[in-house]
């Protein structure tokens, strides 16, 4: 059955760097868009980041724009986000969450509902 798993959170300092991974199986990875989304404490889930397999275009929230970057490796069925400079307001727990291709406008890559199957989450925490 398809799955998804997320791995790499942790503890860091403010300006520090982490590295999710995002592993996928039981589906062809690369007829899927995966997406990467966090929700603190109290708030809503929100997309943070996503990549077109197809032309390899990104969004970015604002709120990462310039310290994120996403990747992603068909051949090992992973996708990356690289969080770099981070803030206490990022703390969260970070999901991806995986989409058919067909079946998602990139334009609306941000919005969770897009999505059908999901992580179980990663917990990123920022603190000093």
């Known amino acids: 059955h398809l799955q998804l798993v997320e791995s790499g959170g942790g503890l860091v300092q403010p300006g520090g760097s982490l590295r999710l991974s995002c592993t996928a199986s039981?589906?062809?990875?690369?007829?899927?868009?995966i997406g990467w989304f966090r929700q603190a404490p109290g708030k809503a889930r929100e997309g943070v980041s996503c990549i077109s397999s197809s032309d390899g275009s990104t969004y970015y929230a604002d709120s990462v724009k310039g310290r994120f970057t996403i990747s992603r490796d068909n051949a090992k069925n992973t996708e990356y986000l690289q969080m770099n400079n981070l803030k206490p307001e990022d703390t969260a727990v970070y999901y991806c969450?995986?989409?058919?291709?067909?079946?998602?406008?990139?334009?609306?890559?941000?919005?969770?509902?897009?999505?059908?199957?999901w992580g179980q989450g990663t917990q990123v925490a920022v603190s000093s």
């Open positions: 039981g589906f062809t990875f690369d007829n899927y868009a």
């Open positions: 969450a995986a989409v058919r291709l067909d079946l998602l406008l990139f334009r609306l890559c941000k919005i969770p509902e897009q999505y059908d199957y």
